[in-house]
């Protein structure tokens, strides 16, 4: 054999070697799809990894299960639009707590929890100039939203030790 | 074969023609890519999203719910969505701020840390952000290895076993949507939910919003809410000079919005 054929079949030898590494590393459902390389070339396995993320605000259709009496009230009140996740799921260690281990005994994975502090009122409440002052979400039209000063309405005290934030009035 | 120098100065021009059309010139004979410039009136699967403005009170109800379902830890300074509030003074000044990403709302007129009256407001609202599952994505483009895609339906997910970390979509995206996921190290976004809306399921930003400024829906779908509200009314995409063609479609936008 001609010594000009060595560096063709160590060539081919590459070629070879490198197609064999790309089957064994490249996962077998990688491709484009609709052969669109630019925007679809991924590994189509990891769509169903987005679908199986577990869902964890499950609604107040969740919470009546045992609370029937509550979602009643909230949906009678003016905070019907206002999910309990929104107020009682809880990311502080110190305000959490349900009497039941939820995610055990429902599978359910978000810390629920009371929060009475006048910072999460405010979030919607406190009057800001260039806060929309209209609420638009009722079956009966536009109606005024209630926002107060926070510096001047009974600061220090917690809103709830007047409101009831389920009924929307006072106690 | 003689060539004749009207036969070369013809077939010369014709050829130098043809090499300068574009290849997307032609794109106008393809009835797809005609349908989708009208993207509401197009038959293809796709999701899209609606943020009004006016009716946002700056809560940080959305941004809660959203970091909380998305599994980021909570205290960190990067999340999925946001809410900006654009406070404009008297004087012309735009004060532009989100204090944590408003994960806890917007409670004093203190936009940048500064006191400021009543008086000296002109305007101000606040604006929600979220990944815009561009038509086009630009970070999809620039990703070396495939790990970020878009999928049939329009929303553009990541591939957290495939991503190596190398961070060219997070500083390509126009919109600031993206960032490196603190435990996985890998880039995360916005990912319209797809856990929920595969299901049926409202985004957890969407229920979470008690003022009805988020919504969720079918584009090619005539009834749902986003199709008529695209459809019959003034809405603006973020930053539309990139020609990313975003999907995410905003009420009463203005010019000092960034």
């Not at chain 1, 869902?55 to 949906?75: L, N, S, T, W, Y």
């Not at chain 2, 604006?127 to 790990?147: D, I, M, R, T, Y």
């Not at chain 2, 797809?194 to 008690?210: F, H």
Request: aromatic share 10%; with cysteine.
């Amino acid at each position: 054999m001609s010594h000009a054929w060595r560096p063709v079949i160590v060539v081919i030898g590459v070629i070879v070697f490198i197609l064999g590494m790309r089957m064994i590393l490249v996962p077998g459902d990688f491709k484009a799809k609709n052969g669109d390389y630019k925007y679809q070339w991924h590994r189509v396995s990891s769509e169903e990894f987005w679908k199986n993320f577990p869902v964890k605000h499950k609604g107040r259709e969740f919470c009546k299960q045992c609370h029937p009496d509550k979602i009643e009230k909230v949906a009678d009140s003016g905070h019907k639009n206002v999910q309990c996740e929104n107020c009682h799921a809880q990311f502080n260690p110190e305000k959490k707590g349900h009497p039941i281990n939820l995610k055990e005994d429902f599978g359910y994975l978000l810390d629920i929890g009371i929060d009475r502090s006048r910072e999460l009122c405010k979030r919607c409440h406190a009057k800001l100039e260039y806060r929309p002052n209209l609420y638009f979400m009722f079956a009966k039209g536009p109606s005024t939203f209630h926002m107060i000063d926070p510096t001047k309405h009974n600061p220090g005290i917690e809103c709830v030790t007047c409101h009831d934030v389920h009924r929307t009035g006072f106690k | 074969m003689e060539l004749t120098r009207r036969q070369l100065l013809k077939m010369g021009l014709l050829s130098v023609c043809g090499t300068v059309i574009p290849i997307s010139a032609l794109e106008i004979f393809k009835p797809d890519a005609l349908a989708s410039l009208v993207h509401p009136f197009s038959k293809k699967k796709r999701w899209a999203f609606v943020v009004d403005t006016t009716k946002c009170m700056g809560c940080g109800m959305c941004a809660k719910a959203c970091k909380l379902e998305s599994d980021i830890p909570f205290d960190t300074e990067v999340q999925r969505t946001w809410v900006e509030r654009y406070v404009q003074l008297k004087t012309g000044e735009v004060i532009i701020d989100s204090p944590r990403g408003a994960r806890y709302g917007f409670t004093a007129n203190d936009p940048q840390g500064r006191e400021l009256k009543d008086e000296d407001v002109t305007k101000g609202f606040f604006v929600p952000k979220l990944c815009n599952h561009c038509e086009k994505p630009s970070c999809v483009q620039v990703c070396p290895v495939g790990a970020t895609y878009k999928t049939d339906d329009g929303v553009v997910l990541v591939d957290r076993k495939w991503c190596i970390g190398c961070g060219y979509c997070i500083t390509n995206c126009p919109y600031f949507a993206r960032f490196f996921h603190p435990i996985y190290n890998v880039a995360d976004k916005c990912t319209f939910c797809y856990q929920r809306i595969t299901k049926g399921l409202n985004t957890a930003c969407s229920d979470a919003c008690a003022f009805g400024v988020r919504k969720i829906g079918k584009l090619y779908d005539p009834d749902s809410e986003v199709f008529k509200i695209i459809t019959t009314q003034r809405v603006a995409v973020l930053k539309p000079e990139f020609g990313n063609e975003p999907h995410v479609f905003y009420l009463g936008l203005d010019d000092i919005v960034k």
